[in-house]
């Protein structure tokens, strides 16, 4: 017993110095999707291809205070092809917002009178946009939870519906992806 406590003490200790080495870096959304940039890896993105990715959001809405991990995690693939040296004219990211995450979308004064929390998804949003990310939301979810296209973002287009968005993407040659 004398000897396990120096060992688990030397384990603990040099674990929490490694955890202390590593690079969080955020390349080009800056508030969202920190990803740790790698010394050395196998398998990277190809900085010399054109990428293509469609994303659909569905994710619940169970803790309005904060923007859920599948929203962010938009945040996190641009930056994580950014550190495999994608140039971001090279990466066209769509995203497609509907069924209950429809309601990330709408502006302060609607979500507040919802969730009685501000919307913590505007500012995540306005990154994205800003990082050239096309935001498509359904009209269909839109009217189906009762929100109105006035209180729609700015930076939020309204499509018809999610299944005429999402099939128009992939027939453009879009990569998909669910994230729920």
Not at 148 to 168: D, G, H, M, N, R
Request: proline letters at 4%; a neutral charge; glycine letters at 4%.
């Amino acid at each position: 017993m004398k000897r396990l406590i120096p060992c688990l003490l030397f384990i603990f200790f040099t674990n929490v110095g490694l955890a202390q080495e590593k690079k969080w870096v955020n390349p080009i959304v800056k508030n969202y999707g920190r990803i740790l940039e790698l010394d050395k890896v196998d398998v990277a993105p190809d900085p010399n291809m054109e990428y293509k990715i469609l994303i659909e959001l569905i994710h619940d809405m169970d803790a309005p205070s904060v923007a859920n991990f599948s929203a962010t995690n938009v945040a996190r693939l641009i930056n994580l092809h950014a550190v495999g040296g994608v140039k971001p004219e090279n990466l066209h990211v769509a995203v497609v917002i509907h069924a209950k995450a429809t309601n990330s979308v709408v502006n302060n004064d609607a979500y507040k009178k919802r969730y009685e929390f501000d919307n913590p998804y505007i500012k995540l949003y306005e990154e994205l946009a800003e990082a050239g990310v096309e935001l498509v939301v359904c009209g269909q979810s839109l009217s189906m939870f009762g929100n109105k296209s006035e209180e729609v973002i700015p930076q939020v287009k309204i499509a018809t519906s999610a299944l005429t968005a999402i099939s128009t993407y992939q027939l453009k040659g879009y990569a998909y992806f669910k994230w729920d």
